[in-house]
């Protein structure tokens, strides 16, 4: 792990306590912010989070996309100073390739000088009951990357799994500099799923050496008239159930009164179930933003799960490639179930791609109330929230 150090102590009664030259956010030193940028990853997720104060922020980092796709990751960290590179956690959602292979990438690049204060990842070892081991067939590049490089894992949560207890309420931990981090999943359960296929996932996944297994051929794109949301919205619903979208870090930010949903790559049923621990009943959680789960993926973006939250903006991270992600369906189900009353949704593309640019249809817009907001050719990176 050439690229990132553990991150100095956070006592200012220490030696390493804060210094203007340090990147750290002094309270009450600026405005407050919430700010998150969804970087070009292809077809994964690389989500650069900034918040605490405006003039000095502090920054978090959620997967870092595909091992093609980490330049503006890369550039993005070199245009800090170099006192001011670091970030209070790192989350590594899951072993997807599109999730976990660019952060590799990015923690081989040398000279970036980062350090982390803690890294988030559920390593096989995460996996295991109590009293179980494992031996070298199960370890992988990022948990050896990990322990090379002497940060510290999943320390909020004493070493053990970032997940959810099956009662009682949901795991918060707070940032320094006061950004909240609620877990709705994964479950137990489903990390238990993932053990017995653990080896090809990261094979899959590309830390591991091996073959991966052959990746379904999505459909193409059908050409057709204008999209009928409605018939879209309510075609048959076949819930995700790939083993390592199961076991996904799903979180919700909170900061300053302003709510955002992670979906990462996780099953609706999981994020449904979490949302239901939130609000009992048959109540709405308010969010400012949401992250749409696996990419806009018919198969993670259902009615029951939008009928739990109130939200006017999503969040949509990819290319199209390989999957053409968003799928049609997914975008329709937001589009008529996923509205916060009168307010019109906001779908918001860090690509223009021919699978999606169709939903900026100026009648379709008018039709069913929404704005669209797309990266812009030459841009890094699009900033899709940002609170004041």
């Known amino acids: 792990m050439r690229s990132i150090s553990p991150a100095a102590s956070r006592s200012a009664s220490t030696s390493d306590s804060l210094s203007p030259s340090s990147g750290w956010a002094e309270a009450g030193g600026g405005p407050e912010m919430l700010r998150i940028e969804m970087l070009p990853a292809a077809q994964g997720d690389c989500l650069w989070i900034e918040y605490s104060d405006k003039n000095k922020p502090r920054r978090i980092l959620v997967d870092g996309g595909t091992s093609g796709s980490i330049k503006p990751l890369v550039d993005k960290v070199k245009s800090l100073p170099a006192g001011s590179r670091r970030l209070e956690l790192l989350v590594v959602t899951h072993v997807d390739a599109d999730h976990i292979a660019g952060v590799l990438k990015f923690l081989e690049t040398p000279s970036l000088g980062l350090e982390v204060a803690e890294i988030w990842f559920n390593a096989y070892k995460h996996l295991l009951e109590k009293g179980e081991t494992f031996g070298p067939a199960q370890g992988e590049d990022l948990s050896a990357d990990i322990v090379a490089g002497k940060v510290p894992w999943n320390t909020k949560f004493k070493g053990g799994a970032v997940k959810v207890p099956e009662t009682g309420p949901l795991p918060s931990k707070k940032l320094d500099g006061g950004l909240e981090l609620v877990v709705l999943g994964p479950t137990m359960e489903k990390l238990r799923i993932l053990k017995p296929v653990w080896i090809q996932a990261c094979k899959d996944a590309g830390i591991k050496p091996g073959k991966p297994s052959p990746r379904p051929r999505p459909p193409g794109l059908e050409a057709f008239g204008p999209l009928n949301v409605d018939v879209l919205a309510d075609a048959v619903f076949k819930e995700d159930a790939t083993e390592a979208n199961g076991s996904s870090i ?47 993926s018919q198969n993670n973006v259902n009615r029951a799960l939008l009928s739990r939250i ?79």
């Not at 593309?349 to 699978?355: A, G, L, M, Q, V």
């Open 250 to 296: 799903i979180l919700l930010l909170r900061y300053e009164g302003t709510t955002v949903l992670l979906g990462a790559d996780g099953h609706p049923s999981v994020i449904e179930a979490g949302l239901q621990r939130l609000v009992p009943g048959n109540g709405r959680l308010k969010l400012d933003a949401y992250k749409v789960a696996h990419h806009g």
């Open 310 to 388: 109130d939200c006017s903006r999503y969040l949509f991270s990819s290319n199209g490639a390989i999957y053409h992600h968003p799928s049609r369906e997914a975008v329709a189900r937001v589009l008529k179930y996923g509205k916060s009353g009168n307010h019109p949704a906001e779908l918001v593309f860090n690509y223009r791609t021919k699978y999606n640019e169709m939903w900026d249809a100026p009648a379709l817009r008018q039709r069913w109330d929404y704005k669209t907001t797309f990266l812009a050719g030459g841009q890094k990176g699009l900033v899709a929230f940002e609170k004041p």
